[in-house]
């Protein structure tokens, strides 16, 4: 089993920054992406922002400019720096890996972190 554990959530006013944090753990054998999605009420859940084992990034265009994803390899973890928060931002945020638990396992497979609430106040 690989676990994902969030930190850094929090309540915050517009304007503002948040740091979120997450930890991948247990049997790893490759993690080929990490990324964060959001969900807000009534809404579906979006990609936020993700990035490659390599270092390659992606942004929503909601977040461009705003948000930094960033990645620690040796300790597989992932980062989201959020600046110039707005209460649109608002939402339960989730951690994802894709990942290879042992080399015997053919295909990557998505692991989900437990989401972290978000909330911007005006």
């Known amino acids: 089993q690989v676990q994902l554990v969030e930190s850094g959530g929090g309540l915050v006013q517009a304007g503002g920054s948040l740091r979120l944090s997450c930890a991948a753990s247990?049997?790893?054998?490759?993690?080929?992406?990490m990324a964060w999605y959001r969900q807000a009420p009534g809404k579906q859940r979006e990609l936020v922002a993700a990035i490659t084992s390599g270092g390659g990034t992606y942004y929503a265009d909601s977040v461009k400019g705003r948000f930094t994803i960033s990645r620690d390899n040796a300790k597989n973890t992932v980062y989201l720096q959020m600046n110039s928060l707005k209460p649109e931002d608002t939402a339960v945020y989730y951690c994802k890996a894709v990942a290879r638990s042992s080399p015997s396992q053919a295909m990557s497979s998505d692991y989900w972190g437990q989401g972290t609430q978000v909330t911007v106040s005006s």
């Open positions: 247990g049997s790893i054998f490759s993690i080929n992406a």
